[in-house]
């Protein structure tokens, strides 16, 4: 196993997660190697390998050497439902394969807490099978099951930030929900790399914190408190939601933000992280409450003209 000063391998590198995760690293002195699709501006500290999580000769250069492979990418949405399996299943497999032969052992794995509900969604499920992977892999392995994931650089929150300024944020049937700031997210992922009997062969939930997480009304007000405004809070039913995801497929094509098989886990009650599913917390607690993060991602959005 390769150790002390070696690079970290890292797929997801030009993702939201993994830039927030390579900068950390880098600020940090941790030298990382990450996956980029395309060419990649050079900086200090960070390798970029050429290649896509079905090129197997990228995949033996990104982890040859290292001394764990953290695995962010992923397809989080696709027009065709056969993207999930190829990116999230048959990705992960060949990664774990090349991780393997490399004779790399440290795996830290990001899905998805839809991944505790496989039959409501094609991505939710995908994400179960490539855990099934990992755990069955022989590796050293660490999954972590994030819930919603907010910051600077996430487009996937910001529609909600952007309904909030016009003072109504739809949101889905009434429930639960967690949170965690991306900052933290990436601190813990940097904290799992050395493993232990702590976090080795363990799957974890992380949160922001806050005992029984977030009903949809109390999060959509505070994500209108972060821009500044009070907001109606109208539940939309599964049928409208539909309806809004083939109107938003009409407008926006392969773009579309809003798709049935999201529906399928929007409409979920309950996506509250388990506190037996929370990371070890001498080695990781969250330190950004959710409140002040949503407000500086309020603020990082309007100073780069997204809001």
């Not at 029984?212 to 109390?218: M, Q, T």
């Not at 109606?232 to 939601?241: I, Q, S, T, W």
């Amino acid at each position: 196993m390769t150790t002390g000063t070696a690079p970290l391998a890292v797929t997801g590198g030009t993702g939201f997660v993994g830039s927030t995760l390579i900068d950390l690293a880098v600020r940090t002195g941790v030298p990382v190697r990450a996956l980029a699709r395309s060419e990649q501006p050079s900086r200090p500290g960070v390798t970029w390998v050429r290649g896509d999580l079905a090129d197997e000769a990228a995949l033996a250069q990104l982890v040859t050497g290292t001394r764990a492979v953290l695995h962010l990418a992923g397809v989080v949405s696709t027009p065709d439902p056969a993207g999930f399996h190829q990116g999230n299943v048959a990705g992960t497999e060949t990664l774990v394969h090349a991780a393997q032969a490399a004779g790399i052992r440290r795996f830290v794995f990001v899905s998805s807490l839809s991944a505790r509900e496989p039959g409501l969604s094609a991505y939710g499920r995908s994400k179960f099978h490539a855990e099934e992977l990992v755990q069955v892999s022989g590796l050293d392995w660490t999954i972590v099951r994030p819930p919603a994931i907010y910051g600077p650089r996430d487009r996937e929150m910001l529609e909600l930030f952007k309904a909030a300024r016009w003072g109504v944020v739809p949101m889905p049937p009434a429930g639960r929900a967690s949170m965690i700031h991306v900052t933290d997210l990436a601190h813990l992922l940097l904290a799992l790399v050395p493993g232990g009997a702590d976090v080795s062969q363990r799957l974890f939930e992380p949160d922001d914190g806050r005992a029984g997480g977030w009903s949809h009304r109390d999060m959509a007000q505070a994500i209108g408190a972060a821009v500044g405004r009070r907001v109606r809070v109208p539940h939309l039913p599964r049928g409208a939601l539909l309806l809004a995801a083939r109107l938003d497929k009409a407008m926006r094509g392969d773009r579309a933000k809003l798709t049935a098989d999201r529906v399928g886990y929007m409409s979920h009650p309950d996506w509250v992280c388990r506190p037996g599913k929370s990371p070890p917390p001498e080695l990781w607690q969250a330190q950004i409450a959710t409140e002040d993060g949503l407000a500086a991602t309020a603020a990082w959005y309007r100073a780069e003209g997204w809001l």
